[in-house]
């Protein structure tokens, strides 16, 4: 009898895929209309809150009218120049002669928030796209972006508190789809534009270059790693020129647990709350700043090993993933948009299971900080204080490291099936889009 229910579900499944490789274009599209309406409603009454009114928006506005948007409140931008160019840029277009009075900064709040459903959209269209060059089809197909578009802590969040990490992902997927079909070039261009918006995938660019360099070799790739480089270097450093932007970008994420680790849900709190209120012992800043340096260097150079070593057999998504998460797993501060980064690549990987398993642990840990922050209905008040915060760090950690256990476990598998040719040379399992033979 269970062998018979095992077929009939195995036939059942066929024949999902069958439709759904027949109707995707709907199902998506229907997805995409129905999510849009969803936060639609969601926009016209909020208001983006503050990090969107008081930071994004007036840092932003500063910049395209040519002055230093790091000069005063430098904590209130903590990002690349490029993110607030592309925020200034969404204003200047949907608001024209805009200022900041109480009367329109709603109009313009509203307004970068309408740009975000393009963007999600864009996001759920490049994963399934990613997948569909990955040859992955049927319900492994649909799915990953369909919860991307339907997750609550991915789709409603960030629109309720609004970030604007939200318009930094379609260039984060779109360079992963580029890397998928063989563009390396434009993949590595694109991902190190995304970290120059945001600065979490900066592991993940070393990292791609590595696995180029080993791939199609170091004088192949270096037009590719210079352009890169110079990408790098003019977004994220060259603006050291403006006065505030290392005490902004660098003060923020070195920054030690304001709030008496009551302020994100990072496993550094262990330093910042638990330690102080269990033994009694405060912490210097030099010394956290000690344990967050070891912790991602390490992390960083057992991915780097990784990935030299297993150049041959190792996907540009992986690549792409590891390097987003060795970065988030120790970072100081952490908040449900910044996994997001993570979670993106690791969507565009096609597998069901493990893409469920994530989005679930994910889920539950925006719930659980929605709580610690004692957002009503709150069952759980006792997760407001530091220990709460430390539980829910946890949870958050949780993410994090199960998808890079599932990237790392499948990495390992993909080296067996290893084939043999008439002279006895070994052909390793080659990345199917496109393939590099070596000469």
């Given at each position: 009898?269970?062998?018979?229910?095992?077929?009939?579900?195995?036939?059942?499944?066929?024949?999902?895929?069958?439709?759904?490789?027949?109707?995707?274009?709907?199902?998506?599209?229907?997805?995409?209309?129905?999510?849009?309406?969803?936060?639609?409603?969601?926009?016209?009454?909020?208001?983006?809150?503050?990090?969107?009114?008081?930071?994004?928006?007036?840092?932003?506005?500063?910049?395209?009218?040519?002055q230093n948007p790091y000069t005063s409140n430098p904590w209130a931008?903590?990002?690349?120049?490029?993110?607030?160019?592309?925020?200034?840029?969404?204003?200047?277009?949907?608001?024209?002669?805009?200022?900041?009075?109480?009367?329109?900064?709603?109009?313009?709040?509203?307004?970068?928030?309408?740009?975000?459903?393009?963007?999600?959209?864009?996001?759920?269209?490049?994963?399934?796209?990613?997948?569909?060059?990955?040859?992955?089809?049927?319900?492994?197909?649909?799915?990953?972006?369909?919860?991307?578009?339907?997750?609550?802590?991915?789709?409603?969040?960030?629109?309720?508190?609004?970030?604007?990490?939200?318009?930094?992902?379609?260039?984060?997927?779109?360079?992963?789809?580029?890397?998928?079909?063989?563009?390396?070039?434009?993949?590595?261009?694109?991902?190190?534009?995304?970290?120059?918006?945001?600065?979490?995938?900066?592991?993940?660019?070393?990292?791609?270059?590595?696995?180029?360099?080993?791939?199609?070799?170091?004088?192949?790739?270096?037009?590719?790693?210079?352009?890169?480089?110079?990408?790098?270097?003019?977004?994220?450093?060259?603006?050291?020129?403006?006065?505030?932007?290392?005490?902004?970008?660098?003060?923020?994420?070195?920054?030690?647990?304001?709030?008496?680790?009551?302020?994100?849900?990072?496993?550094?709190?262990?330093?910042?709350?638990?330690?102080?209120?269990?033994?009694?012992?405060?912490l210097p800043t030099s010394l956290e700043n000690q344990v967050w340096?070891?912790?991602?260097?390490?992390?960083?150079?057992?991915?780097?090993?990784?990935?030299?070593?297993?150049?041959?057999?190792?996907?540009?998504?992986?690549?792409?993933?590891?390097?987003?998460?060795?970065?988030?797993?120790?970072?100081?501060?952490?908040?449900?948009?910044?996994?997001?980064?993570?979670?993106?690549?690791?969507?565009?990987?096609?597998?069901?299971?493990?893409?469920?398993?994530?989005?679930?642990?994910?889920?539950?840990?925006?719930?659980?900080?929605?709580?610690?922050?004692?957002?009503?209905?709150?069952?759980?008040?006792?997760?407001?204080?530091?220990?709460?915060?430390?539980?829910?760090?946890?949870?958050?950690?949780?993410?994090?490291?199960?998808?890079?256990?599932?990237?790392?476990?499948?990495?390992?598998?993909?080296?067996?099936?290893?084939?043999?040719?008439?002279?006895?040379?070994?052909?390793?399992?080659?990345?199917?889009?496109?393939?590099?033979?070596?000469?």
């Amino acid at each position: 009898m269970l062998e018979s229910l095992r077929l009939r579900l195995h036939s059942s499944l066929a024949t999902l895929d069958v439709l759904i490789d027949n109707c995707w274009p709907v199902i998506l599209g229907g997805l995409i209309a129905l999510t849009t309406f969803q936060k639609l409603s969601l926009i016209l009454h909020t208001d983006g809150g503050g990090d969107l009114l008081g930071a994004d928006i007036p840092k932003s506005m500063m910049l395209i009218a040519g002055q230093n948007p790091y000069t005063s409140n430098p904590w209130a931008s903590p990002y690349p120049p490029f993110l607030l160019a592309v925020v200034g840029g969404i204003i200047r277009l949907t608001s024209s002669n805009a200022i900041l009075a109480p009367d329109t900064i709603g109009v313009i709040s509203r307004n970068v928030r309408m740009t975000g459903l393009c963007a999600d959209a864009t996001v759920a269209l490049l994963v399934f796209l990613t997948l569909r060059a990955k040859r992955v089809s049927g319900l492994s197909g649909i799915v990953p972006p369909a919860l991307f578009l339907t997750l609550p802590s991915i789709s409603l969040s960030p629109y309720y508190w609004f970030n604007s990490d939200v318009l930094g992902y379609p260039i984060l997927a779109a360079s992963v789809l580029a890397l998928v079909l063989g563009r390396y070039f434009l993949g590595s261009v694109l991902l190190a534009t995304a970290t120059v918006f945001k600065i979490h995938p900066i592991l993940a660019v070393p990292l791609v270059l590595v696995w180029l360099a080993k791939r199609q070799g170091i004088a192949k790739s270096l037009p590719t790693i210079m352009t890169t480089g110079s990408i790098l270097s003019f977004g994220l450093v060259a603006p050291a020129v403006l006065p505030g932007y290392l005490e902004s970008v660098l003060g923020f994420n070195l920054s030690s647990g304001f709030g008496g680790g009551t302020s994100s849900f990072t496993m550094m709190n262990l330093l910042y709350a638990i330690f102080p209120l269990v033994f009694h012992l405060s912490l210097p800043t030099s010394l956290e700043n000690q344990v967050w340096l070891a912790a991602t260097a390490t992390l960083f150079v057992a991915a780097l090993s990784i990935v030299w070593s297993r150049a041959r057999v190792l996907n540009p998504v992986d690549a792409v993933a590891i390097g987003l998460l060795v970065w988030l797993i120790p970072l100081r501060q952490i908040y449900t948009h910044y996994l997001v980064w993570a979670i993106v690549p690791f969507l565009m990987r096609g597998r069901l299971r493990q893409t469920l398993m994530v989005g679930s642990l994910l889920e539950i840990a925006n719930i659980m900080s929605s709580w610690s922050w004692d957002l009503p209905p709150d069952p759980f008040p006792v997760l407001a204080t530091a220990y709460g915060f430390f539980v829910t760090s946890l949870a958050y950690l949780s993410v994090s490291v199960t998808a890079l256990v599932f990237v790392l476990r499948e990495i390992g598998v993909r080296r067996q099936p290893d084939t043999q040719e008439a002279d006895g040379s070994v052909i390793l399992e080659r990345y199917p889009i496109p393939t590099i033979r070596s000469t």
